[in-house]
């Protein structure tokens, strides 16, 4: 069965520093992966999304990840976090043969920005 | 006016009361789903829908039941509720993505449930 895990519950980063955020996935095919933000109070935003190709993925908001097959992972990157990115992140795997839609989520990463 | 939205925003609610969330969409998106959000348990889908004739179970569906009312429409209902319910619940929608068939989730702002 498809599973997500995100190691860090919580991560703590000094703004204009640099962001990694861990995700990794089982699943048997190629998977299509996602990474969603959400604000407090807010829904979820997509901020990126693999498919297949380039394994490196631009999102919006200058955040990027990289897939790597061999670790099954999907790191979210930022070269410089800013106070507005304080918010839960979280990964995502397409469930099933297909992509249908359904999601298996991983626990969720909260980033807190220190100024 | 929002894509997906949901209502009511928050509930308070007692044990064994029926409560219905509803959601509608405004993106022309035949596929809808219900998830539902807890801490350190990130999102598991409770149904979906891939058009008005079309209902499935997802991962939790358990004391749970819905209604696609109109393509635009889906409802999520407690017939009696528990305490074990309170939590955030998401509606979201999709509709299939071009050439690679992989499509994207459009998720409304949330509905927290509180049973008492």
């Known amino acids: 069965a498809q599973s997500v895990t995100q190691p860090d519950i919580h991560i703590t980063v000094s703004e204009g520093a640099s962001l990694e955020l861990r995700c990794n996935y089982s699943?048997?095919?190629?998977?299509?992966l996602f990474w969603y933000v959400q604000s407090p109070g807010q829904g979820l935003q997509l901020l990126l999304k693999?498919?297949?190709?380039?394994?490196l993925v631009q999102g919006i908001k200058g955040f990027e990840a990289e897939f790597k097959r061999s670790q099954s992972s999907f790191n979210l990157r930022k070269p410089s976090v800013h106070w507005s990115d304080a918010a839960e992140y979280f990964c995502a795997v397409g469930a099933g043969s297909s992509n249908t839609g359904k999601l298996i989520f991983g626990q969720g990463t909260t980033l807190q920005v220190k100024p | 006016d929002a894509d997906v939205t949901q209502t009511p925003r928050n509930r308070i609610t007692k044990t064994g009361k029926r409560i219905m969330l509803e959601c509608s969409q405004t993106k022309g998106h035949d596929r809808m789903y219900w998830y539902r959000q807890d801490p350190g348990l990130g999102l598991r889908l409770i149904y979906y829908?891939?058009?008005?004739?079309?209902?499935n179970k997802g991962e939790i569906s358990d004391g749970y039941s819905v209604s696609r009312q109109a393509q635009a429409k889906f409802s999520l209902s407690l017939e009696s509720a528990i305490p074990n319910q309170t939590a955030l619940y998401f509606c979201a929608t999709s509709d299939l993505g071009s050439q690679t068939g992989a499509n994207v989730l459009t998720f409304g702002a949330g509905s927290r449930l509180t049973v008492l």
């Open positions: 829908s891939f058009d008005v004739k079309d209902i």
């Open positions: 693999y498919f297949s190709g380039d394994t």
């Open positions: 699943y048997g095919a190629t998977p299509y």
